[in-house]
């Protein structure tokens, strides 16, 4: 949806180093959603945040979601090749639809 | 959480012709929801497909070209009618999980049209 905006659009880091991919809405969230592609397969989920300042973590990697619900980060710590892929954020807007953001694509250099 | 099972997993199509991409889930989903992701880029959702009524379409997808089933709680069919190369695409379905709420996705159908 052109409501959802990441930045940025690709990513090239350097292995080990910590790197923020952004979500931004231009309305309210009734829920943000983090996912990775690895190229041409499926969606792995990685979170959901739904409450304004929430705050999760998996393994290295930690999202956010600012009190008024519009925008939402996603932060990996010493990143490494397997962190590689395309991270999608997906936002719900009214519990019943879903869009996604535009995609970063992450490589990690060994 | 919930598994789809979505087939096939990739055709080869001629212009004109149709094809149906079905999507079986292992546990009872109310909401189901179909996208489409064409080459380089994000997921763009067609529709939102609830059992017992009628599919919910996005600007820019018209049920002549795209009409989905639901006719129960754990499948879902997309049919992409009169292809054209503009179609080639991935396919995906997805489902929400309740009630935990987390959208999970069918492994997607990579479609090529001829």
């Known amino acids: 949806s052109q409501e959802l905006e990441q930045s940025p659009q690709s990513l090239i880091v350097q292995e080990g180093k910590n790197l923020t991919i952004n979500c931004t809405s231009s309305k309210t969230l009734y829920g943000l959603y983090w996912y990775k592609q690895k190229y041409g397969e499926g969606l792995i989920f990685l979170m959901m945040?739904?409450?304004?300042?929430e705050e999760k973590s998996h393994e290295k990697i930690t999202a956010k979601l600012d009190e008024k619900k519009q925008q939402s980060s996603l932060h990996i710590t010493a990143s490494q090749p397997s962190h590689a892929g395309i991270y999608l954020c997906?936002?719900?807007?009214?519990?019943?639809?879903?869009?996604f953001g535009t995609g970063t694509s992450l490589t990690v250099i060994p | 959480s919930a598994v789809i099972s979505q087939k096939p997993s990739r055709d080869i199509c001629q212009r004109g012709t149709s094809l149906t991409i079905q999507c079986q889930v292992d546990s009872q989903v109310t909401m189901m929801f179909w996208y489409r992701q064409q080459p380089g880029q994000s997921l763009t959702l067609i529709a939102t497909?609830?059992?017992?009524?009628?599919?919910?379409?996005e600007s820019g997808f018209v049920i002549d070209k795209f009409p989905i089933s639901r006719p129960n709680l754990t499948f879902s069919t997309l049919t992409v009618s009169n292809m054209s190369p503009e179609d080639s695409s991935i396919y995906l379905c997805s489902g929400r999980q309740e009630p935990t709420g987390e959208l999970f996705f069918g492994e997607g159908s990579r479609l090529t049209v001829l």
């Open positions: 997906g936002a719900d807007y009214t519990g019943n639809q879903f869009y």
């Open positions: 497909a609830n059992q017992g009524s009628e599919a919910t379409y």
């Open positions: 945040l739904q409450k304004g300042g």
